[in-house]
C-alpha cells in the first residue's frame, strides 16, 4: 500500500504561482511513476504531469507547458508540481497518484497509476 497526501492548494489571482506537495508513504520503494493531474467541474479527470521515481525524467502535458514543473525529492518521498503563471482555467481539484506497477516509461493515463491522494483545490480568479 501506498498513501498519498496532497497539500499547497489554495485561492490565487491569475497570474500567481502556487507549490503543490505530494507527501507518500508505505511501500513507496516499489514506486515506479508519480503523476499529478486535475479534474474541474463538470470535466474528466486529466493529466498534468509525470516523472519517474528513479531517474527523475519528466513529462508534463502541453495545456502547462512552460508553466507547470514536476519534481521529487526521493529523501523526503515528496513530489512537487510547480505552478507559475496561473490561469483561470487551471482551476481544478489536483490530485497526486502512484504507479508501483513496473514501468520504462512515463505514464499518462488515469487507469496506470495504482494509488491516488484525496484532492487538493486550487482556483484560480481572474
Known amino acids: 500500500q501506498v498513501q498519498l497526501v496532497e497539500s499547497g492548494g489554495g485561492l490565487v489571482q491569475a497570474g500567481e504561482s502556487l507549490r503543490l506537495s505530494c507527501a507518500a508513504s508505505?511501500?513507496?520503494?516499489?514506486?515506479?511513476?508519480m503523476g499529478w493531474f486535475r479534474q474541474a467541474p463538470g470535466k474528466e479527470r486529466e493529466f498534468v504531469a509525470a516523472i519517474s521515481w528513479r531517474s527523475a525524467s519528466t513529462y508534463v502535458a502541453d495545456s502547462v507547458q512552460g508553466r507547470f514543473t514536476i519534481s521529487r525529492d526521493k529523501a523526503k518521498n515528496t513530489v512537487y508540481l510547480q505552478m507559475n503563471s496561473l490561469k483561470p482555467e487551471d482551476t481544478a481539484v489536483y490530485y497526486c497518484?502512484?504507479?508501483?506497477?513496473?514501468?520504462?516509461?512515463?505514464?499518462?493515463?488515469?487507469?496506470?497509476?495504482?494509488?491516488w491522494g484525496q484532492g487538493t483545490q486550487v482556483t484560480v480568479s481572474s
Open positions: 497518484a502512484a504507479r508501483i506497477r513496473p514501468s520504462m516509461s512515463l505514464r499518462t493515463g488515469r487507469d496506470e497509476y495504482d494509488y
Open positions: 508505505g511501500r513507496t520503494f516499489s514506486t515506479s511513476v
